[in-house]
């Protein structure tokens, strides 16, 4: 079974630009969650999505939004980019999101640098 | 909301060696706790888990406990390989549905010495 995949690996964008980052979860599973990870802060939760809806959100501004896809498909998006927008952006998948211990499974990220 | 503190934040043991990291959380209500492996260029890989309900769980060379009323879990790796080298992450989940909610500790690199 193929993995989470993400596009692209690797993406380079100067202030003020916007971006979408895309990702295919593992074939069957319904919910998707994106993280930041940033040496300083860690990894650090911005939302979920489950059958096309938003289900939850982490603490992030209103210019990080994202979106899900009847295939299950996940897109991300960050207008106005920001320095402290350079980070890596991590996608998991997971079969169900009601069953305590369905675990998530992450891609090998997309590094997003902001000059 | 929910906080997770890990320790130490680096670890560095002798090949052949165990390695304990211990993370502690606060909400009572978490009821899942994983453990991630990141290695370089790569996502984080889910190594073990461990629900509300067990105390301790193995899988080979690694085991995790959980105290439930101490709110801490930790994770244990035995006879530690060089390829044990990597950044090691805990994480709690507190509220069922929430399934991309997981709160991460801030990891703790782990370097095995041949």
């Known amino acids: 079974k193929a993995g989470v995949t993400q596009t692209p690996r690797y993406l380079i964008k100067t202030r003020g630009q916007q971006v979408t980052l895309s990702c295919s979860p593992i074939?069957?599973?319904?919910?998707v969650s994106w993280y930041q990870q940033t040496p300083g802060q860690g990894l650090q939760f911005l939302f979920e999505?489950?059958?096309?809806?938003?289900?939850n959100k982490g603490n992030f501004p209103g210019r990080f939004s994202g979106r899900q896809f009847s295939n299950s498909r996940s897109e991300m998006n960050v207008s106005t980019l920001e320095l402290g927008d350079s980070a890596l952006y991590l996608c998991?998948?997971?079969?169900?999101?009601?069953?305590?211990?369905?675990?998530?499974?992450f891609g090998n990220g997309t590094r997003l640098t902001v000059t | 909301g929910e906080n997770v503190e890990q320790h130490p934040s680096t670890l560095s043991v002798q090949e052949g060696d165990s390695a304990v990291i211990k993370c502690t959380y606060s909400?009572?209500?978490?009821?899942?706790f994983p453990w991630y492996k990141q290695e370089l260029g790569k996502g984080p890989q889910l190594i073990i888990d461990i629900r509300s309900n067990v105390g301790e769980k193995k899988d080979q060379r690694i085991a995790v406990t959980l105290n439930k009323t101490a709110k801490h879990f930790s994770l244990h790796i035995t006879e530690t390989q060089p390829e044990d080298s990597a950044v090691y992450f805990c994480a709690a989940r507190s509220r069922a549905g929430s399934q991309g909610n997981l709160i991460f500790g801030k990891g703790t690199k782990l370097s095995v010495k041949p």
């Open positions: 074939s069957g599973h319904r919910s």
């Open positions: 998991a998948s997971s079969p169900s999101r009601d069953r305590v211990g369905s675990p998530l499974h």
């Open positions: 999505y489950f059958s096309e809806t938003q289900r």
């Open positions: 909400d009572s209500a978490s009821n899942y």
